[in-house]
T-cell receptor, first 111, second 116 residues
Framework: QKEVEQDPGPLSVPEGAIVSLNCTYSNSAFQYFMWYRQYSRKGPELLMYTYSSGNKEDGRFTAQVDKSSKYISLFIRDSQPSDSATYLCAMKAQAGTALIFGKGTTLSVSS | EAGVTQFPSHSVIEKGQTVTLRCDPISGHDNLYWYRRVMGKEIKFLLHFVKESKQDESGMPNNRFLAERTGGTYSTLKVQPAELEDSGVYFC??????????????FGEGSWLTVV
């Protein structure tokens, strides 16, 4: 079993839709959870960072962590064509240790 | 403030040749990481420097890969001799001191390596 599972998609939605992206993980020691956005031929860009369980909101983006279920989510409200990218979940157990990535979900938002 | 910069952005080499990738982290970042993504796979950790010391090199695939960070500034990743399976994109990332902002890791745009 992989440490982090993420459905690669692709996921296609119309502009304005609410998007839900998810990852599951197996290592209960993970405490730090990130979502990265990666545009084609670019490096991953940190989008959201959450420590332990709970919700975090930043504009149209909401990150949720449910450690009891080993499940994390990223919600995008009012999706825009500029949100079209690959979204990568990543997590780690301790500060300074290696990030473990999911495969990424490719999102396409059509206008 | 400049981000993490990597050079070259693209490289095509023949099997058996040597390639050296360079990474300049964000100024003042003690932590420097190398990651790699091969086709169809997830991004995977290679190694972690704290200043000039290798903190964790558990992800290095074999002894054909050599990473250095002289003086705790820029880092190089050398692949010698390159094999076909080394093709992929090599990402460098950096973060500040652990007690301050070490949990936020910033990535460069990657060095895309093709071995033919």
């Amino acid at each position: 079993q992989k440490e982090v599972e993420q459905d690669p998609g692709p996921l296609s939605v119309p502009e304005g839709a609410i998007v839900s992206l998810n990852c599951t993980y197996s290592n209960s020691a993970f405490q730090y959870f990130m979502w990265y956005r990666q545009y084609s031929r670019k490096g991953p860009e940190l989008l959201m960072y959450t420590y332990s369980s709970g919700n975090k909101e930043d504009g149209r983006f909401t990150a949720q962590v449910d450690k009891s279920s080993k499940y994390i989510s990223l919600f995008i409200r009012d999706s825009q064509p500029s949100d079209s990218a690959t979204y990568l979940c990543a997590m780690k157990a301790q500060a300074g240790t290696a990030l473990i990535f999911g495969k990424g979900t490719t999102l396409s938002v059509s206008s | 403030e400049a981000g993490v910069t990597q050079f070259p952005s693209h490289s095509v080499i023949e099997k058996g040749q040597t390639v050296t990738l360079r990474c300049d982290p964000i100024s003042g970042h003690d932590n420097l990481y190398w990651y790699r993504r091969v086709m169809g796979k997830e991004i995977k950790f290679l190694l972690h420097f704290v200043k000039e010391s290798k903190q964790d090199e558990s992800g290095m695939p074999n002894n054909r890969f050599l990473a250095e960070r002289t003086g705790g500034t820029y880092s190089t990743l050398k692949v010698q001799p390159a094999e076909l399976e080394d093709s992929g994109v090599y990402f460098c990332a950096s973060s500040g001191q652990l007690f301050n902002s070490g949990n936020t890791i910033y990535f460069g745009e990657g060095s895309w390596l093709t071995v033919v």
